[in-house]
């Protein structure tokens, strides 16, 4: 009895594979943030999605630290910023941080970047210029602008990580366990439960207020230095 003859697939017919690149890898490895949060952007997951091995990954970038500055920067990339104008300064200001923080919110694994790493890029420098020239219209200048902002970062990027972390039954949960705190041991807590909790932390009644408070502490350093 004959043998069927086996079919011969020549890997000419397969897709051409995209050359690897710098580029390449930052999407992929962003891709891959958006899918499954940074524990699945080890440089092994992404050489695995792009059909190589991890250490081809090392010509473009140096480690893993790289990577993640690279990939944070692309994903700003997707922030839109108000248009710069002479109009109010703190409202584009406010307005601004908003959008950083929804984008963060939208996407976990970009606000965890944001807390673990330094973006690298166009996209990072452009909004770090964009709140340096807000400030510096609402008389915040030199060394005040400079760590207010990375001030005022920090605090969108905390807030965004704690909410889009955070389920609504995860809140519901530790806002009960407040409210049946012993009222003796923890009278001021208890005075305040209401408060508390009243306002999400990403509402922006209360993410204005946060930045106004910060806002106002980099004002009253500021004259305080100039006093000196």
């Known amino acids: 009895m004959m043998k069927p003859k086996r079919e011969i697939v020549s890997r000419r017919n397969r897709p051409a594979k995209e050359p690897l690149s710098h580029e390449l890898i930052v999407k992929t490895a962003y891709e891959l943030l958006k899918q499954e949060g940074t524990s699945g952007m080890s440089?092994?997951?992404?050489?695995?999605?792009?059909d190589t091995g991890p250490s081809s990954l090392y010509v473009y970038v140096k480690n893993l630290q790289e990577l993640s500055s690279y990939v944070l920067d692309h994903g700003l990339g997707e922030l839109?910023?108000?248009?710069l104008t002479d109009e109010n300064w703190k409202e584009q200001l406010f307005h601004a941080l908003h959008a950083y923080a929804e984008l963060l919110i939208e996407q976990p694994?970009?606000?965890?970047?944001?807390?673990?790493?330094i973006p690298i890029g166009n996209n990072a420098f452009r909004l770090n210029e964009y709140l340096l020239t807000v400030l510096q219209k609402g008389g915040i200048t030199s060394t005040a602008a400079a760590w207010g902002t990375d001030l005022l970062?920090?605090?969108v990027s905390s807030i965004a990580l704690e909410k889009a972390k955070r389920a609504n039954e995860l809140m519901a949960t530790a806002q009960s366990y407040y409210n049946e705190a012993d009222p003796v041991r923890f009278p001021l807590m208890n005075s305040l439960k209401t408060d508390l909790f009243s306002?999400?932390?990403?509402?922006?009644?209360?993410?204005f207020?946060?930045?106004?408070?910060?806002?106002?502490?980099?004002?009253?350093?500021?004259?305080?230095?100039n006093g000196k």
């Open 43 to 50: 440089m092994r997951k992404v050489a695995k999605q792009l």
């Open 109 to 117: 694994g970009l606000a965890e970047l944001s807390l673990q790493t």
């Open 80 to 83: 839109n910023l108000p248009e």
């Open 209 to 225: 207020w946060a930045i106004e408070v910060i806002l106002q502490g980099i004002f009253h350093k500021q004259l305080g230095d």
């Open 153 to 155: 970062l920090l605090y």
């Open 199 to 207: 306002g999400d932390t990403a509402s922006k009644e209360r993410f």
